[in-house]
């Protein structure tokens, strides 16, 4: 109506713009912004059409594995479920010493055959020893993959592991472990392995202590071989220009024969078990800030949260100040932004390690120059403790869309292809498609990530390894009581008992 003129009965009335309409508008961009966030995460999961993996079992157990790319080469190997922590106290290194002396040459090939006939085909042939693998495979031109395959078969049934072989690469393996002792990091994470599984076999180095590798024999090997290699133990994996049917027809003349069962009574699985112990070792004249890391017992492989806590690693961050230039002060992670900010840490780098019945999850910080251990560890423990209690959707759609980008990235070529089949059907016993890994990422919310967090940090026994200038590292009883804080629910309930950072209680 006219300026002045009476509201006609049932009209609306018009409001200026007010404090109401700016709370509606507020509160409704808010809701639409989450379920933006919310809506990209499920878009991120629309991938295209995966090809299938396919898997063969082969009358003696053997597992034949295989997913076609394209391109003109491919990546063969074959995956054996055994490595240092199915070694024995006598033998502890034994899996890393027969990975080397494979390629000494068999009764078929010597080693000059072997390497020429790998050259001439301009292949790549390499291996690799891990706690719970053992892992041979060669990449080519798809023409190639049946020399490959036969290649393989005769490396692991007919090596000749003569005892001047062995003799000579037992050197080898020693210069190998000083050099080995040089890399802090690889130090470290062997030292968290020994206090975290006290007298257990995840606490056995991959290459074992000199004394064991002075004393490892042919016939060491050769029982080793005996005991573990046998079909039902083995996944012959590959991808890339390579058919699945061709592929199980070379796989059954070179491995058919491979025994099915151990003729010698089979290997007795001992587990692991996580203990709540701490190793300093003190080097002054390490140059720098000192190494520690800080590990929880994480989760097995199978377990249903892994996960939501490969994301809660993911929410944490990586620092790496050298190369962020103090860029880190505006990262999304409290974490790298508080480290960057106060100068503590060279670097951090989250860690979830996964085993079949147990795991390590936590950090790894190098110090600054200042070395300002007492800070560094609070300001660590302080934020993967407030986990438990605080996490946002942004947090969660950050680390899903970092997880879900990282499995991506990881299988970009047909050796890491190859690599994730053989590994997946050690594991898990099938290969878990993109898709639904995509989906489990997507149904993780904040109070999952909250809960897993509490399962695994609250009040938990931790492990410590430190290297290098840690005469202030404080006390493993202070860094125990920082895993739990004085939180108090409404009513004045005291959940618990503890210290903040500040001192005061929460």
Not at 225 to 242: F, L, Q
Not at 461 to 469: H, S
Request: aromatic residues 6%; glycine residues 8%; proline residues 5%.
């Amino acid at each position: 109506p006219p300026r002045g003129a009476p509201t006609p009965k049932g009209a609306p009335v018009a409001r200026p713009a007010g404090l109401r309409a700016t709370r509606v508008t507020a509160t409704s961009m808010l809701r639409q912004s989450t379920m933006s966030l919310r809506r990209g995460a499920r878009a991120f999961s629309s991938l295209p059409m995966e090809m299938p993996t396919s898997v063969t079992t082969l009358p003696n157990g053997l597992r034949v594995a295989s997913q076609t790319l394209p391109g003109q080469t491919a990546t063969v190997g074959v995956w054996v479920d055994t490595g240092s922590r199915f070694e024995t106290d006598q033998n502890n290194g034994v899996a890393h010493f027969l990975e080397h002396l494979i390629f000494k040459g068999t009764s078929r090939r010597s080693q000059y055959d072997l390497e020429t006939e790998i050259e001439n085909m301009g292949a790549h042939l390499n291996a690799y020893t891990s706690r719970e693998q053992t892992v041979y495979y060669a990449k080519s031109m798809s023409k190639d993959v049946p020399k490959c395959v036969d290649l393989l078969s005769d490396l692991l049934s007919d090596s000749s592991l003569s005892p001047a072989a062995v003799d000579r690469e037992r050197d080898v393996i020693l210069r190998e472990m000083e050099e080995v002792e040089g890399q802090v990091e690889e130090v470290v994470f062997d030292r968290l392995h020994e206090v975290a599984f006290v007298g257990t076999p995840l606490a056995r180095t991959i290459l074992g202590p000199k004394e064991v590798i002075g004393s490892i024999t042919a016939d060491t090997i050769r029982e080793y071989v005996a005991t573990h290699y046998t079909a039902d133990r083995m996944v012959v994996a590959a991808a890339g220009a390579v058919s699945h049917d061709a592929l199980v027809e070379m796989a059954d003349k070179s491995f058919g024969k491979f025994p099915g069962k151990p003729a010698q009574p089979a290997f007795q699985w001992e587990p692991s078990l996580f203990t709540g112990a701490e190793v300093r070792v003190h080097d002054d004249a390490m140059p720098g800030g000192a190494h520690v890391a800080i590990a929880f017992e994480g989760l097995s492989w199978n377990d249903p949260d892994v996960y939501a806590l490969q994301m809660l690693g993911a929410i944490l961050g990586s620092l790496d100040a050298k190369a962020a230039r103090g860029a880190g002060i505006h990262s999304a992670s409290k974490l790298v932004h508080d480290m960057t900010r106060d100068g503590l840490a060279q670097s951090v780098m989250p860690f979830c390690t996964c085993y079949t019945d147990t795991g390590l999850f936590g950090a790894y910080a190098v110090a600054s120059d200042k070395n300002d251990l007492d800070d560094l560890t609070l300001v660590l423990m302080d934020e993967m403790l407030r986990l438990c209690f605080t996490v946002s959707d942004e947090d969660t759609v950050r680390a899903a869309n970092q997880l879900k980008a990282s499995l991506l990235l990881s299988l970009d070529g047909t050796s890491p292809v190859a690599e994730d089949i053989g590994r997946q059907l050690i594991t898990y016993g099938r290969r878990i498609p993109l898709a639904e890994a995509f989906q489990r990422i997507d149904e993780v919310t904040p109070d999952d990530l909250m809960r897993v967090a509490n399962r695994v940090m609250w009040d938990q026994e931790i492990a410590v390894a430190a290297l290098g200038q840690v005469k202030y590292l404080p006390d493993y009883n202070k860094l125990r009581g920082r895993t739990w804080w004085n939180v108090y629910e409404r009513g004045g309930h005291a959940r618990t008992a503890g210290a903040s950072r500040s001192g005061r209680a929460r």
